[in-house]
């Protein structure tokens, strides 16, 4: 059975196959007890709380997550009272207004909730979405220059215009009011607009700075509400529902890989629920092209639905994904949802060029391998999956890695980053730009972007070493065990009991089990670079288990070889294959007994 305290003498492992340590999680001894007391749970599911830092008082909110006990006010947004005012004036006046969206999940999911809410008003917004290739990342002057002289009045930017000062001094030039929706860190002076709703602007006191742009949407649709409420707009009409576009809120939450904790993980466990009914004509037409099916969860909108819609903005035309979690047609979902499909396959062709050769670049650069950050950059890299292929190299390595795009034409390469828990990523980038590195660069603590002059890249390389070298030293790369279990435990039970602590993401990390002294059996390499195996022990339980893109990793070559005794920790999947109701493991790491010390 799991086993929660007896876990820790398998943990002391001096060297896992992919460098890592592994531990137990820590806990309080008493609040795990106070959490088996008063919730009635197992003791490993108990633990598995107070690992996570939930305190006796709140293990029932944290297990049954709603909006009605974690809503914030939205007063407590610097700014979003005088956003509702603006946006409700110009619905009651019929302004010209135009959504102004980033090209990704976030942006098209705060785009199609704004576009929503108004429609249910009576009034249609169009939405404009910067192409990546052409326009780059968020308001430009050209793109206001363009609105304006097609009759725009007032944008409203969503996941985008916090930092876009230069934009934003031409809008006040030509006329145009401003009113900027985003979340991303602020830096210097804050943008002269109408109104900027921002939980991470150094002056807002909400506390919701883990929000992704559609969380803080949804938090302005409830503004919009009351203000329309107090102009007595719903005397004459229904006030709209907010809770039919939880999923769009949740949505971006999950792609945007925020925190989901405290009204964030409410937002997000509602929005999946919202979800699963697939009432949105083009998350369910798109879900139907992906051969998918089931009850939505944090897998689909991550890796089925997210992946697809970011594919308008990475490679084809970027309002794509905006139009199709918007449109009420079910027919244009569909041939939308075809297009995105069809663009995703595309995209994964590029990805796996530009990954292979981003491979050879890191292991025929010597410098790479002792270095706190890996930084590759070559001619013609598409950069609608640099993002992605940052993230491989990453996982790969376990370092934060950036990777550049140059355009030889235009002189500039186009960067993107991801890094490591411990490492701030995003603070390196910034404090790049301001050296005067970088032609523009900003992020968060996990990902970030960046535009750089080719000739600049062996400098930029080694500031950002020597800038994340601290970080990087403290930084520890391990693995976090839940609990010790055997095959024979590796139940559907187990997996449901633990699922109650979903929905999973940062902050809130999916369980993670240990198996001891087991036996691989059947090893078999997949398409794709996968690895498949059984696992057998002394228990005589046997558990299906499968490692993700291992088979040219010492993991996965480990994983290859038959018999032989082996610690693997992975997280428990339900495989539902031919109707069976049962678990897999998907291996994260394994150890060699010899090299394991208790």
């Known amino acids: 059975m799991a086993d929660g305290s007896g876990v820790s003498g398998y943990l002391g492992v001096s060297r896992s196959l992919s460098g890592r340590f592994w531990r137990q999680r820590p806990a309080d001894p008493d609040l795990v007890r106070r959490h088996q007391l008063t919730l009635g749970l197992s003791e490993p599911l108990a633990r598995a709380l107070a690992s996570r830092g939930v305190g006796a008082e709140a293990g029932e909110t944290y297990l049954t997550p709603t909006l009605k006990a974690l809503f914030p006010n939205p007063s407590s947004f610097q700014d979003m009272d005088l956003a509702a005012e603006i946006l409700v004036d110009a619905l009651v006046r019929d302004r010209p207004v135009v959504v102004f969206a980033d090209y990704d999940v976030d942006g098209a999911s705060s785009a199609a909730q704004l576009v929503r809410w108004f429609r249910t008003m009576g009034k249609e917004l169009p939405i404009y979405i910067p192409d990546r290739m052409t326009e780059g990342y968020g308001p430009s002057p050209a793109a206001f220059r363009r609105l304006r002289s097609e009759g725009a009045e007032l ?8 930092a876009a000062h230069d934009a934003i001094a031409c809008a006040a030039e030509i006329g145009l009011e401003v009113v900027v929706i985003d979340h991303h860190l602020m830096r210097g002076d804050i943008p002269k607009v109408a109104a900027l709703v921002n939980p991470n602007r150094p002056d807002c006191a909400s506390g919701q700075g883990c929000l992704a742009a559609a969380g803080v949407t949804f938090v302005l649709l409830a503004a919009l509400n009351r203000e329309a409420r107090r102009r007595t707009l719903f005397e004459t009409r229904p006030e709209p529902d907010l809770r039919q576009w ?12 925020t925190q989901l904790v405290d009204f964030n993980r409410a937002l997000t466990a509602q929005g999946l629920k919202v979800m699963s009914a697939w009432r949105n004509p083009g998350l369910k037409a798109l879900l139907e092209v992906a051969k998918s099916q089931g009850p939505a969860s944090t897998f689909h909108a991550g890796f089925i639905l997210g992946p697809r ?21 079910p027919e244009e979902a569909r041939a ?18 530009v990954l292979e050769a981003a491979v050879r670049a890191v292991e025929q650069e010597s410098n ?5 950050l890996l930084l590759v ?3 013609g890299w598409h950069p609608g999956v640099i993002g992605i292929v940052a993230g491989r190299l990453r996982e790969r390595y376990r370092k934060p890695a950036i990777v550049v795009g140059i355009d030889r034409a235009a002189n500039v390469g186009k960067g993107s980053g991801r890094s490591q828990p411990g ?10 730009y301001e050296e005067g590195l970088l032609l523009a660069g900003g992020g968060h603590a996990m990902a970030a972007g960046l535009s750089v002059r080719p000739d600049a890249l062996p400098e930029l390389r080694e500031f950002l070493n020597e800038r994340l070298a601290e970080e990087s030293a403290a930084a520890e790369d391990g693995l976090e065990v839940d609990a010790l279990i055997t095959t024979k435990a590796a139940q559907r039970s187990l997996l449901t009991e633990f699922q109650q602590m979903a929905p999973f993401g940062p902050g809130n990390p999916e369980p993670v089990f240990a198996a001891a002294d087991v036996r691989i059996e059947r090893p078999m390499a997949l398409r794709g670079g996968h690895v498949r195996v059984t696992l057998t022990d002394s228990s005589g339980g046997k558990l299906k288990a499968v490692c993700w893109r291992a088979e040219d990793t010492e993991l996965g070559r480990r994983l290859l070889v038959e018999g032989g005794s082996i610690h693997v920790v992975g997280k428990l999947k339900p495989d539902d294959w031919q109707g069976r109701e049962s678990v897999e493991l998907e291996i994260e790491d394994a150890a060699d007994p010899r090299r394991a010390q208790a």
Request: glycine fraction near 10%; charge should be negative.
């Open 336 to 353: 939308l949802a075809e297009e995105l499909d069809a663009l995703n396959a595309s995209r994964k062709e590029v990805e796996k060029e």
């Open 377 to 379: 950059a070559a001619d």
């Open 368 to 372: 790479q391998a002792d270095a706190p």
């Open 423 to 432: 490492i701030n990523l995003g603070h390196a980038v910034q404090a790049a």
């Open 309 to 329: 819609i970011n594919a308008g903005g990475r490679i084809g035309r970027s309002d794509l994904g905006a139009r199709l979690l918007s449109t009420d047609d």
């Open 155 to 162: 944008v409203v930017t969503l996941d985008c215009g916090a």
């Open 246 to 257: 939880l999923d769009l809120a949740a949505l971006g939450a999950i792609c945007d890989v």
